[in-house]
């Protein structure tokens, strides 16, 4: 690993999608901090992930401690707890790149598509943290169990945000990862990503498949 990677929080880290997330990373080279609401859960997730990935960089805090300390954030917390999570942690992440993997899922229905009022998470995260913070949505379309795991994902990422560079880092991040991510437009596209996992959700359970996802088709005329 060099030194010149930024550090990363993933708050929900002590989760399936999160610690996809934090392990596939971590085997990139990046130094991790697991955030979490109680700090015990996230110091146990850290340890777990050391005995599974030689010479991790990880560590575990609570989730604003670990928005402070790292220069790239990125949320998996349920729907039900995205905006308390966002409340506490608003002063901690202004001026960084904040990624929000936030599914606007409300159980029991989770195969029905159900958008929130304001069009999206991505767009509740954008409006509760600021123009100062450069709100990312992306990986809600990926199954936890492709990330927690060796093999190769062929699932596609779809990056919204209305910043260009910061989709453009988060693509990065993405490929580092293992997976081929595109440029999805701004913020309010979000509202696409989002509804496409209910979607997904509803094919996993009508064909048994383990973790559907989806491929975009065509190359780049660049």
Excluded at 15 to 41: F, P
Excluded at 134 to 141: P, Y
Excluded at 151 to 174: P, S, Y
């Amino acid at each position: 690993m060099t030194d010149s990677k930024p550090v990363i929080a993933v708050l929900g880290g002590t989760g399936d999608l999160g610690g996809g997330l934090v392990y596939r990373w971590l085997k990139a080279g990046y130094s991790i901090i697991i955030g979490s609401r109680k700090e015990e859960g996230a110091l146990e997730a850290a340890n777990k992930m050391r005995e599974r990935v030689a010479n991790a960089r990880v560590q575990g805090m609570e989730n604003k401690a670990a928005c402070m300390a790292a220069d790239i954030i990125c949320m998996t917390v349920p729907f039900a707890h995205q905006k308390s999570t966002l409340d506490h942690i608003k002063s901690a992440v202004q001026g960084k790149l904040f990624i929000d993997v936030t599914v606007s899922l409300q159980p029991p229905k989770v195969g029905t598509v159900q958008l929130p009022a304001e069009g999206s998470a991505g767009v509740i995260s954008q409006a509760v943290l600021g123009e100062d913070v450069r709100v990312v949505s992306a990986f809600q379309n990926i199954a936890a169990a492709h990330l927690d795991s060796d093999h190769e994902i062929h699932c596609d990422v779809l990056v919204t945000g209305n910043n260009k560079d910061a989709r453009q880092t988060v693509i990065d991040l993405a490929k580092e990862a293992g997976m081929k991510a595109w440029h999805a437009g701004p913020i309010a596209n979000s509202a696409a990503t989002e509804a496409l996992t209910s979607v997904l959700i509803t094919l996993n359970r009508q064909y048994k498949i383990p973790g559907a996802g989806i491929v975009i088709t065509g190359e780049p005329g660049l």
